[in-house]
């Protein structure tokens, strides 16, 4: 039972630095979902996508773009990367749609720096 | 809009004794009342939720919370504390408006449960 698979797990990145972080949910979920939690602030949601093929901004979207490749796969990237970005990166799914009521289930996070 | 207060950043009990951890919410419509857990390096695991119906919910190890309409809370609460039990605590609601299928979280609560 893999459940929600993020990749990588650690990444340090300089600024102006692009990358994509990537994460695949095994258990037919439609949506996707992808937080930063930073100490003391709880988590915060950058992006998520209610369904395939469509996705919405959340509180902090902005120096993040998605995409929602398929039903598994929701990617996040960092165009060109700010110290300010540095933080542990969660994506999780839920299955909206099938049942409002449902938990989300979350990966095991992206630790990323930038320096 | 939705929010939900964790109005401790920290918990300290002693293994053994009953232990709460507060949180409390404001939506515009019915709540869906959400708790996880998250242990160090790991993402978050779903522990309870409260959707209708008793107000009382129970959900794993051993963790139970009280849904309280007239005081928009939803405490968690452990009748005896172990020091496995200690880790970051998330309280999060979801309601039927605008932010259907999305989740508001608060900013974690860390029970330290000491021998």
């Known amino acids: 039972n893999a459940g929600v698979t993020q990749t990588p797990k650690f990444q340090v990145l300089k600024t102006g630095q692009s990358m994509t972080l990537q994460c695949a949910q095994d258990m037919n979920h439609n949506s996707m979902y992808w937080y930063r939690q930073d100490p003391g602030m709880g988590l915060r949601l950058i992006y998520y996508s209610a369904s395939e093929g469509t996705t919405d901004k959340g509180e902090v979207p902005n120096g993040y773009n998605v995409s929602r490749l398929n039903k598994r796969e929701f990617s996040l990237r960092l165009e060109s990367a700010a110290p300010s970005q540095t933080s542990v990166y969660f994506c999780?799914?839920?299955?909206f749609g099938q049942g409002l009521n449902t938990e989300a289930f979350f990966g095991q996070g992206t630790r990323l720096t930038v320096v | 809009a939705q929010s939900v207060a964790q109005p401790e950043d920290q918990v300290n009990v002693a293994e053994g004794n009953p232990l709460t951890v507060k949180c409390t919410y404001s939506?515009?419509?019915?709540?869906?009342l959400f708790w996880y857990v998250q242990y160090p390096n790991r993402g978050l695991q779903f522990l309870l939720k409260?959707?209708?119906?008793?107000?009382l919910v129970k959900g794993s190890y051993g963790f139970e919370a009280e849904f309280n309409k007239s005081q928009t809370s939803f405490h968690l609460k452990k009748p005896s504390a172990l020091v496995s039990d200690s880790a970051l605590y998330f309280c999060?609601?979801?309601?039927?408006?605008?932010?259907?299928?999305?989740?508001?979280f608060g900013d974690g609560t860390t029970l330290t449960v000491k021998p």
């Open positions: 939506v515009s419509g019915n709540p869906y």
């Open positions: 999060a609601v979801r309601d039927l408006g605008a932010n259907a299928g999305k989740s508001t």
């Open positions: 999780a799914s839920t299955s």
């Open positions: 409260y959707i209708t119906g008793d107000n």
